[in-house]
């Protein structure tokens, strides 16, 4: 049992939805304890949803459990990171890097755990502390008059996004006098900006309180004795010093890049070996982008070479991992490997290995394409499994092996060779008709009328089909629906016995009711089994019919003229049929 919880959570994992993974994984959990995967499983769920809180919980159970196992520490080490414990973060990592030296995620997971804490250390302190923060900021702007009107205008809205994401960023805007303003409204200072004083020279310094304005003479004096501040040329950047193998480099890149731009340029045109050309060049000029191998493993793809794509994938995959490459480009090459899969599958069996890679794309990044991908696969795998399984000869045999056993009242035996039959043959009318009357038989009337409607689908004219689903509904008591279809199997044959006394037993449920004959337990039985029905609510809530049963009540002359209304009157009949009414 734990390990269909375990299993059901890897599928959820793989596919996204991490809070059923997290789900089952915590089934798993409780039927196994001491499973320190399972911890491990679920602390990569939480990871995934952000709870990394729960995350470093379950990771320090699984190194608890299996202190001696590399990946325990990749998840506490990722836990950490997720929480900003940088220094705990790096800790993890270089425990787990002592356990297995060449486990290659624990060697990236510490060098972004060092990445970001040399970042941290590094980022200079807010000077303007939580002003940017929260919904208070935007409850300022709005309640100011000025900075009211700038909320109106989408780039400045954009721009106080970014300073709210990142405060640092505020550099960057300074010269903006929209922004000037909104500090000065955050910070509750006065900023002086041209708007504020047109004959003023800009200044970009807050002034931490009002100060008395000149007067325009003195302005004036002070413009004319002080010439027009020219802007200071912001320096040029010094050319950096590369050597001899550096330049070599830099211009095998660029002349790399030019290849495949050619070699894209032939794949629109469909010209694939002229493209498979540029990209093998590009290839050799620079082995460190592995966007030339999965371009030439779309040619290949293409051109049906499907062994010669899967290479350039397992390739790229490969080299990707060694340069620690964007993971949506080695995302890419798996879902190039499994389309190529998919085109190379014959059987059943050869859709596995495609699935799987689609789930291993997934892991790396959650495409909509990869997903579609892995949903046709897993369909294709499924409607040929169905057709290798197709045998009508074995499923006649099974059928008859069915049939001996409903003979001998062993019902659930003959229920088991009944459904292998529809699994070799889903078709066959008449097996669905057998199932469903073994399901009557032992009571499981809804599975008995879905078999019996499936029966009248796949073969209309079938009339078995019409007296399993009357018999099944006989019995759950649904008179009048029961009625019908007895009286719909009869346009198929109208001499059918067994149609004609469904009929007669429905008419004597139904006028037993019709005369006020069922017992107190009956009537309350039947009452409480029609209110459960949409058609008697339906009915029931209908204004029109509400005033057709207060007329039946209390305006006879009205209640003549509704029973001339055939659909009043069926209407009405259904309501006597489940015991609601009574006509006397």
Request: charge should be neutral.
């Amino acid at each position: 049992m734990a390990d269909e919880a375990k299993a059901k959570g890897n599928a959820a994992f793989s596919s996204g939805d991490y809070a059923a993974a997290v789900r089952h994984f915590s089934d798993a959990i409780a039927l196994s304890p001491d499973n320190h995967v399972l911890y491990s499983n679920r602390s990569a769920s939480y990871a995934s949803l952000k709870k990394y809180s729960d995350a470093l919980a379950d990771a320090k159970k699984t190194v608890e459990l299996k202190p001696d196992w590399s990946k325990g520490y990749s998840r506490l080490g990722a836990a950490h990171l997720g929480l900003s414990q940088y220094d705990d973060a790096i800790a993890a990592y270089k425990k787990g890097l002592e356990i297995d030296p060449n486990n290659e995620p624990l060697k990236s997971g510490l060098a972004d755990a060092q990445a970001a804490a040399s970042r941290a250390r590094s980022a200079p302190a807010n000077p303007f502390g939580d002003a940017f923060s929260g919904p208070e900021m935007w409850a300022r702007l709005t309640a100011d008059p000025t900075t009211r009107v700038y909320l109106q205008q989408p780039d400045f809205v954009k721009m106080m996004q970014d300073i709210q994401k990142d405060p640092n960023k505020l550099n960057l805007y300074l010269k903006d006098q929209r922004v000037m303003q909104a500090i000065g409204v955050l910070l509750n200072v006065k900023i002086r900006t041209p708007t504020d004083d047109a004959d003023m020279p800009e200044s970009s310094s807050p002034s931490p309180s009002p100060s008395p304005s000149p007067s325009p003479s003195e302005r004036k004096r002070a413009a004319e004795a002080e010439p027009p501040r020219q802007p200071e040329p912001e320096p040029e950047p010094e050319p950096m010093d590369l050597s001899e193998e550096e330049k070599d480099k830099k211009l095998r890149k660029a002349e790399a890049q030019k290849q495949k731009e050619a070699g894209n340029a032939a794949y629109k045109k469909k010209d694939f070996d002229t493209a498979i050309h540029y990209y093998s060049k590009a290839l050799e000029l620079d082995d460190e982008d592995i966007s030339y191998l999965t371009n030439r493993a779309a040619v290949y793809l293409e051109m049906g070479k499907y062994e010669e794509c899967i290479k350039d994938c397992d390739k790229a995959v490969e080299r990707g991992r060694e340069l620690r490459s964007d993971f949506k480009m080695i995302a890419r090459a798996l879902t190039r490997k499994g389309t190529a899969l998919v085109k190379m599958a014959k059987s059943s069996k050869d859709f596995e290995p495609a699935i799987e890679t689609f789930q291993k794309a997934l892991t790396e990044h959650r495409n909509p394409d990869t997903l579609k991908k892995l949903n046709e696969a897993e369909k294709a795998k499924k409607d040929l499994e169905q057709q290798e399984y197709f045998d009508p000869n074995l499923a006649d045999e099974e059928r008859e092996k069915g049939n001996e056993y409903f003979k001998q009242q062993k019902y659930p035996e003959a229920v088991r060779h009944y459904t292998e039959s529809l699994r070799r043959n889903p078709k066959d009318p008449r097996t669905y008709s057998n199932r469903a009357a073994c399901y009557t038989k032992l009571g499981a009337m809804p599975e008995g009328l879905k078999d019996a409607e499936k029966c009248i689908e796949l073969d209309p004219t079938f009339v078995k089909g019409y007296t399993r689903k009357g018999a099944v509904q006989f019995f759950m008591k649904e008179y009048d629906k029961a009625l019908e279809t007895y009286k719909e199997g009869l346009k198929h044959d109208p001499n059918n016995q067994e149609l004609l006394d469904g009929i007669g037993r429905c008419v004597q449920q139904i006028n037993k009711a019709s005369r006020g004959d069922l017992s107190p337990e009956e009537l309350k039985e039947r009452q409480a089994k029609a209110m459960q029905d949409p058609e008697i609510q339906n009915i029931l809530q209908d204004p029109v019919m509400r005033q057709v049963l207060v007329d039946f009540q209390e305006n006879p002359k009205a209640a003549q003229e509704h029973t001339k209304n055939p659909m009043v009157m069926n209407k009405i009949q259904k309501l006597i049929s489940a015991g609601i009414v009574q006509m006397r």
